[in-house]
């Protein structure tokens, strides 16, 4: 399809304004972390990079950040083991219900937090009688998490086929052969690209938190939350908010890259 003149000028608006309204607002957050004015007005009337070193210091925000990181790494842990496994069982074999356990794991992404979280709530409080701690926040991430592993490795699996597997076990590889030397291989970048997606949805995840997490359970995100209207804690979170949008784009583009790279070939 050749859009018109009008038709790409009115395309180029349009994205234009979308831009704007997305990565406007980070800039300010940006800007303001290294705003000098003790009033924090805007636009800065001084740059200064004592905020900064103040962040660097602030043992809370420390704590945060390490237990985000473990929430997450035990979230993508979890995501890429089931994700891996629910792909290979829905995308290799046909069964009765296949549709039905495709629909189910890939819900609770599309699901509102607040239901998750409070669903999930009930069932550790009240169905099973586990307190809460870092584990049952590790485990509500992946729930949600385990959606982006799966999705990636059905794609790749139903884009290679099972001839090339077949091909090895008629040469008398056994499957578990087959599996490390030619399935594994085909999926290394795709689950590398699920496994920084997942990690990037569990860090900065906080309904499903705030419903799972024990009172001595604190990440980044609930950190930021309960300082936010704090005095002098504005330019801290306003630091922290632009190193996490400088990380975010690593996970994001490296997945971007990976799942373009292995995309176009076997």
Not at 18 to 32: D, E, K, N, R, T
Not at 132 to 160: D, K, P
Not at 256 to 261: E, P, S, Y
Request: hydrophobic share 55%; glycine share 10%; charged share 10%.
């Amino acid at each position: 399809m050749t859009l018109t003149r009008t038709g790409r000028v009115l395309l180029g608006v349009a994205v234009g304004f979308v831009l704007v309204v997305i990565y406007v607002p980070l800039l300010v957050v940006a800007v303001s972390s290294f705003n000098g004015d003790s009033t924090f007005g805007w636009p800065p009337s001084d740059l200064t990079l004592h905020w900064w070193k103040v962040a660097a210091t602030n043992q809370g925000a420390r704590d945060a950040i390490l237990t985000s990181v473990e929430v997450g790494l035990i979230a993508t842990a979890v995501s890429l083991l089931l994700g891996t496994l629910a792909s290979f069982a829905l995308v290799r074999y046909r069964f009765f219900g296949a549709g039905s356990i495709s629909l189910l794991i890939i819900l609770p992404i599309a699901l509102p937090g607040i239901v998750t979280g409070l669903a999930l709530n009930s069932a550790f409080t009240t169905m099973m009688g586990v307190g809460l701690s870092i584990w049952t926040v590790a485990i509500a991430h992946a729930t949600f998490c385990i959606v982006v592993v799966f999705n990636n490795v059905s794609a790749r699996l139903r884009q290679v086929g099972g001839n090339v597997e077949e091909a090895s076990m008629d040469l008398g590889a056994s499957r578990w052969t087959t599996f490390r030397l030619v399935t594994l291989p085909l999926l290394r970048l795709v689950l590398l690209a699920g496994a920084l997606l997942a990690f990037a949805l569990s860090f900065d995840e906080i309904v499903v938190t705030t419903f799972t997490a024990g009172n001595g359970v604190q990440t980044l995100p609930i950190w930021i939350f309960a300082n936010l209207f704090r005095p002098n804690q504005t330019p801290v979170i306003n630091v922290i908010g632009t190193v996490l949008i400088l990380v975010s784009f690593l996970p994001i583009y490296a997945s971007q890259k990976m799942v373009g790279t292995s995309g176009g070939r076997l």
